[in-house]
């Protein structure tokens, strides 16, 4: 009986194809948006928390300054001295790896090629604190540190751009008007979900860079690595204790630094990611309410023009339960082949989409098949008053309408 009713359905649909393939354009576009945006939302945020993740291994950075103030200002503070990143390293327990760090950005010279990059002051920690190898070469030695020794690693961008292909390893190049001798070259990494080529980048000793570059002892960051299964919220509030007490902030005073714990950054981020996709959801699914009442208003058309035909059933011994089921089975029919279609484009937009934003394809069977039955709800609510209006039909009356 049930299988009559479908084959019925499917025959009353195929009569008015043009009308049927029109009524479910709206289940269609709903459809297909929110598998579109729920899938590229996934893809976003599995991007933003491997980008993050590159920066370092259980990263904690410490920057002198308030952070970014109202209207993007920054307040100024007091540089770091390499012996808060001693102290730190010292006096904080459950750490990998502490690494202070000045930067400038200079020209980078080898023969006729050269490059503008920035020039990273650091140790060998600052290595180990973002999880960063090195491709070929070989890292600072102990006393080039101490000596402050005219050495660097290149980031593979500025390796591709001075040497191309070739190994610079052992290649002395410029950095401005000092000469400095290639040591190693480090892994490459890629762009960040920020635009920032983590590539584009010389390593060289912290006092090389403050005593020929800089001019001076200052620090303007230390990375913080913690150990695995050490948490990062209690290195935060460790790492704020002490330099509140090394930089003599009384109590009731505001912090003259700001400490980034990268896991919060991830944390903020898929979760401003996943509020965002549920809005674009949200915004999506009226679409399938859209839909809905087209479905309806289509099913009332068709009782009004089939009326003589549901008249001719009801006199001939149909039950107006087989007259509900057969228009509302007509009104799901609809809206699961909608939802179908939508599935399928849905999936081929979200697929695309990935591609051009350069973010993971994940697919969700959870959402599809939540869209699935959502748009054949959609048919059972919306088709449910015209199927009765229908079932509900006097025979005489439904005979007699022309």
Request: proline share 3%; net charge positive; charged share 15%.
């Amino acid at each position: 009986m049930f299988w009559s009713i479908v084959l019925l359905a499917l025959r009353a649909i195929r009569r008015n194809i043009l009308r049927s393939s029109l009524t479910i354009l709206g289940i269609v576009i709903g459809v297909a948006s929110v598998i579109t945006m729920v899938t590229i939302g996934a893809g976003a945020t599995t991007k933003v928390t491997a980008d993050v993740a590159t920066l370092g291994t259980n990263l904690v950075e410490v920057m002198p300054g308030q952070g970014p103030r109202p209207g993007g200002a920054r307040e100024s503070a007091a540089m770091f001295k390499i012996e808060d990143a001693e102290a730190i390293a010292r006096e904080v327990s459950g750490l990998l790896a502490v690494a202070p760090v000045a930067t400038r950005t200079m020209q980078a010279i080898s023969g006729s090629a050269n490059w503008s990059t920035t020039v990273t002051g650091s140790t060998n920690a600052y290595l180990q604190t973002r999880n960063w190898p090195l491709a070929s070469g070989h890292e600072f030695a102990d006393s080039d540190l101490r000596a402050g020794s005219a050495q660097c690693i290149l980031g593979a961008t500025v390796r591709r751009e001075l040497f191309g292909s070739q190994d610079p390893v052992g290649v002395t190049i410029r950095l401005q008007k000092l000469s400095c001798q290639v040591i190693g070259v480090l892994a490459k990494k890629g762009q960040t979900s920020f635009g920032m080529d983590q590539d584009d980048m010389i390593l060289v000793p912290l006092r090389m860079l403050q005593r020929r570059i800089a001019g001076n002892t200052d620090v303007g960051a230390i990375s913080v690595s913690a150990r695995h299964g050490v948490s990062t919220e209690k290195v935060q509030r460790d790492i704020e204790r002490l330099l509140r007490e090394r930089r003599r902030i009384t109590p009731g005073k505001d912090d003259d630094f700001h400490v980034l714990n990268m896991q919060q950054l991830v944390s903020m981020l898929a979760g401003t990611n996943r509020v965002l996709t549920a809005l674009l959801g949200a915004v999506a699914t009226v679409s399938l309410l859209v839909g809905g009442i087209g479905i309806m208003n289509i099913m009332l058309v068709s009782v009004t023009e089939r009326t003589r035909e549901i008249g001719i059933r009801l006199a001939i011994g149909a039950l107006e339960r087989e007259v509900l089921m057969q228009f509302l089975v007509e009104a799901v029919v609809l809206s699961s082949l909608g939802g179908l279609v939508g599935i399928g484009l849905g999936l081929a937009a979200a697929a695309a989409g990935a591609i051009v934003l350069e973010v993971p394809f994940i697919f969700n069977p959870g959402i599809v098949v939540v869209a699935f039955v959502f748009s054949a709800t959609v048919g059972i609510v919306f088709g449910f008053f015209p199927a009765r209006q229908a079932a509900r039909l006097d025979p005489i009356q439904a005979l007699r309408y022309e």
